[in-house]
């Protein structure tokens, strides 16, 4: 059998275009920000690879595979199943993959909401995902969060965790309780 990381380059090859691009722009930043972490860089690049491996799947399909696949379904992910794309993506990898690896599983799983049990490699993921060169419009502060993150991986997801549940909350939307805890987390880990 070809290793991880080649069969993950075959399982890309089938999605979108652009999403193809998106996934290979992350794999370089997450490559950028292991070196200053120590964070190992075939890991760094496995997560990447493997963060979006559903995201192109619709929301009504990411609500039926995450029940065939056993992934518990929040009345928040029901109500944007978007939020499903890395859980179900993860228990994918698992069962066609092989991806066994706790620490790859739970960086993927987690990419889109975090959680307070990322290690340095899923939050590395998480924010390398969110660096993606293309998505500046999106997150104004991007080049801010850059620097931040090649300093503090802690520093920089409390940073973006902060900015996106303020501006979820002023818009009256729903925040997943994973990036609360996640939050929460942080900010109790950086003040001892
Ligand atoms: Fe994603
Ligand atoms: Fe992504």
Aim: hydrophobic fraction near 45%.
């Amino acid at each position: 059998m070809p290793d991880m990381l080649q069969r993950l380059q075959d399982r890309l090859k089938a999605l979108p275009d652009g999403l193809q691009s998106h996934i290979y722009r992350v794999r370089d930043v997450a490559l950028e920000l292991a070196a200053p972490h120590k964070i190992d860089l075939e890991q760094a690049e496995l997560g990447a690879l493997a963060h979006d491996v559903c995201r192109a799947v619709p929301g009504e399909d990411l609500i039926r595979m995450a029940y065939e696949l056993d992934v518990p379904v929040s009345d928040v992910e029901q109500d944007f199943p978007l939020l499903l794309h890395g859980p179900v993506g993860a228990e994918l990898l698992r069962k066609e993959e092989d991806l066994n690896d706790d620490i790859l599983y739970e960086a993927v799983r987690w990419h889109s909401t975090a959680h307070p049990s990322l290690d340095p490699l899923g939050k590395l993921v998480f924010l390398a995902d969110k660096l993606d060169p293309q998505k500046a419009a999106v997150y104004s502060y991007q080049a801010k969060l850059h620097d931040m993150a090649l300093e503090s991986l802690d520093l920089a997801l409390l940073e973006f965790l902060s900015r996106e549940m303020a501006k979820r909350i002023e818009g009256g939307g729903t925040v997943h309780p994973a990036s609360v805890d996640a939050r929460n987390s942080l900010i109790l880990k950086l003040k001892g």
